[in-house]
């Protein structure tokens, strides 16, 4: 069985910062792509930022230049820090990890519960 599981989230005020961190976990042979996503109230699940096992980083327009995607291979965890946040960064943030499982034959994309992020103005 294979687990992602978010962290880090929280309530900041505007201008603040937070780090989101995010792990994969279980029977699963090796991660390639992973990222983060949100989704706010009432709207569609958007991309903030996405890395590859090479560490190839693409970020939403919204984002660039305030957040930043990193991740710890040898950890199987991604992590997001989130600078100067505004408060439509307000959403739950979603990691989705691309994995091999044990015993399978494709890559699967997993996704964690979720963490909340709020910024008040």
């Known amino acids: 069985q294979v687990q992602v599981v978010e962290s880090g989230g929280g309530l900041v005020q505007a201008g603040g910062s937070l780090r989101l961190s995010c792990v994969a976990s279980?029977?699963?042979?090796?991660?390639?792509?992973m990222g983060w996503y949100r989704q706010a109230p009432g709207k569609q699940r958007d991309m903030v930022a996405t890395?590859?096992?090479?560490?190839?980083?693409n970020y939403a327009d919204s984002v660039k230049g305030r957040f930043t995607i990193s991740r710890d291979n040898a950890k199987n965890t991604v992590y997001l820090q989130m600078m100067n946040l505004k408060p439509e960064d307000t959403a739950v943030y979603y990691c989705s990890a691309r994995l091999l499982p044990s015993g399978g034959i494709r890559w699967s994309d997993y996704w964690g519960q979720g963490t909340q992020v709020t910024v008040s103005s």
């Open positions: 279980g029977s699963f042979i090796s991660a390639n792509a």
């Open positions: 890395i590859t096992l090479g560490g190839t980083t």
